[in-house]
């Protein structure tokens, strides 16, 4: 039977390992002398939440599985962690007891922190849903918008491809999703559209500008997901564009539910009908879901219960396909033509 364990007042300490930079990498905690890591049962983004604020760090921008920054080499402390959110270090959330676990390392968890340097990060707010909103920047430990002076098309993308989009579909000026409270952190931002971070594109500096929050910028972007390989634009196989590339998602778990949320995504009222066992043909990219499981709810597939990103038990043969109830006006038109990105 899972126990609430309440370490001491002191807590434990927590390090990243194997990342690329200190804001990521295999979670290790310090318990009894010695460095161990934890197992990614019921690892998931509020647990990742608690790790990264304990670092000085926002919060978690994802967390992983499956050893993703390497496996380790100490023992297994932590299983079965349960985090509220609230929790101020990670031996204050439910869990097994340490040492006590039936997992190997190479089911280590890791983490992403949202970064608190000048690289910044962006986040959407005031739209409708998750792919639109009033453009907001991180900086120096706090959040502010962005002035629309020489905003384009390429800045849109450069903000949309930070959030996982593809890129954007439109840009607004004028607070066209209502006025910002913070800083207005940038101005006269000129972006090439090959940049990873709008911090990397020209502007005046941060905090440098002649505007007010009536000139707070926003972005449309292209949502994260497409029908493949259907007769029209209302069917085919689903296929959801994350970290720079289009992949399919595995039928394990695939509901009318989760084919609802798909096709609200693409803007029609609901599903008709969904398929497994690549009824609309195979897929050629990664299989970047499986196990998703949606109320029914929710804006974006992305906001349901899923294995973390991967399904490595999974096989093309069992891509996943959508028949989207249709709107009015809707001829044939097949959207195979997007399958060659």
Known sequence: MKIEIKNSAAGIQVRLVGGEDDTQGRVEIYYSGQWGTVCDDWWDIVNANVVCRMLGFEGALRYSCCAEYGQGSGPIYLDNVECNGTEKNLADCQHNGYETHNCKHIEDVGVKCIPTADTGQVRLVGGEDDTQGRVEFYYNGQWGTVCDDLWDIEDANVVCQMLGFEGGSNYSCCAGYGQGSGPILLDDVECNGTERNLADCQHNGYKTHDCSHSEDVGVECIPTVRLVGGGDETQGRVEIYYDGQWGTVCDYSWSIENSNVVCRMLGFEGALDYSCCAMYGQGSGPILLEN??????????????????????????????????PTEGITSASTDSTSSD
């Not at 929710?298 to 109830?325: K, M, T």
């Open 292 to 325: 998703v499981q949606c109320d029914g709810t929710e804006s974006n597939l992305a906001d349901c219960r899923h294995h973390e990103y991967g399904a490595p038990d999974c096989g093309h043969h069992q891509d996943v396909g959508v028949e989207c109830i």
